[in-house]
């Protein structure tokens, strides 16, 4: 009964996850006012507001203007749900348990909103940086500092925060530093500080080497999925109308400038590396590095 239990709550926090994701990129409140139709901002009813059925009994529109309303907010409820379901598989019902419950929901947050509006709230990441720094007094992210203070006393609250810090400082430097590359090459953006706050946050909770490869899997995901997207673009003719203009107006064939408008599409950055970070917690332990979590286990 125990996994179901977490199946229940995890789609109830999902729900307060939608409210999140919906409201604080417009710098609403996510306490006051209640839920409402983000259409005719109706107030929600309570027996309409159930995670998941509620929005499947109403067919996904709203009881008073019969509108639809966005599939997102039931596969959001289930998806976290079933992550609650495999925080409990992996971790059992430990203190890890409730900081990567922390952090899952945390990465649902800007996996989506990142997705949707391409854009990584400071609210969420700075706040999840704190939590990463508190949990981090009791469960040290990595081994690093005891390697640094070998030989010498240090209490392992303070080595914990102290990996906890060079997780955040590794992940974001790094980002910031690629960033900065990009612009002096390219001449132009290439991704926002969103995503180095991003992997602050994710390196004070998973420390150097999970933000090491976070931004390893998170790269590789964007290229190859950005690739795939590029190609799917090209192949469908998005643009075609814009790209034959182009043509016609002595600029090139129509085919590269087709290409080259479609490898013009962004994609966020954010968004794959939330769901790298979701890999290195729940599948790399499992797959090729079962000791990553050392005092994890410790401490189960």
Request: proline fraction near 6%; hydrophobic fraction near 50%.
């Amino acid at each position: 009964m125990i996994p179901f239990f977490f199946f229940l709550f995890g789609i109830v926090i999902g729900s307060f996850l939608n409210v999140c994701i919906s409201r604080i990129p417009e710098g609403i409140s996510i306490i006051s006012p209640g839920s409402r139709c983000p259409r005719c901002e109706a107030p929600i009813k309570p027996y309409d507001n159930v995670p998941v059925l509620g929005w499947l009994l109403l067919r996904g529109k709203c009881r008073n203007c019969h509108l639809p309303i966005s599939p997102m907010y039931p596969v959001v409820e289930f998806l976290t749900g079933l992550l609650f379901v495999l925080t409990y598989y992996t971790f059992g019902v430990t203190l890890p348990t409730f900081e990567f419950l922390f952090f899952g929901c945390l990465i649902i947050i800007l996996i989506v909103t990142d997705l949707r509006v391409r854009l990584l709230p400071d609210a969420v990441n700075w706040f999840g940086f704190g939590v990463a720094l508190a949990f981090a007094t009791r469960i040290p992210p990595d081994g690093f500092s005891d390697v640094w203070l070998h030989g010498h006393f240090a209490h392992p609250m303070l080595t914990g925060v102290l990996d906890a810090l060079l997780g955040a400082a590794f992940g974001s430097m790094v980002l910031w530093g690629a960033a900065t590359l990009y612009k002096v090459v390219r001449k132009r953006e290439g991704m926002g500080m969103g995503d180095v706050k991003m992997m602050a946050m994710v390196g004070a909770f998973l420390g150097v080497r999970g933000a090491f490869l976070t931004i390893l899997l998170g790269t590789l995901f964007g290229s190859v999925i950005g690739l795939g997207t590029v190609a799917c673009l090209f192949l469908v003719g998005w643009n075609r109308g814009l790209a034959e203009r182009a043509h016609r107006r002595g600029l090139g064939s129509t085919n590269v400038l087709r290409w080259t408008i479609a490898s013009q599409y962004q994609l966020p950055l954010g968004t794959f590396l939330g769901l790298a970070a979701l890999v290195v917690v729940y599948a790399l332990p499992r797959l090729w590095f079962p000791g990553y979590f050392r005092s994890i286990v410790v401490t189960r």
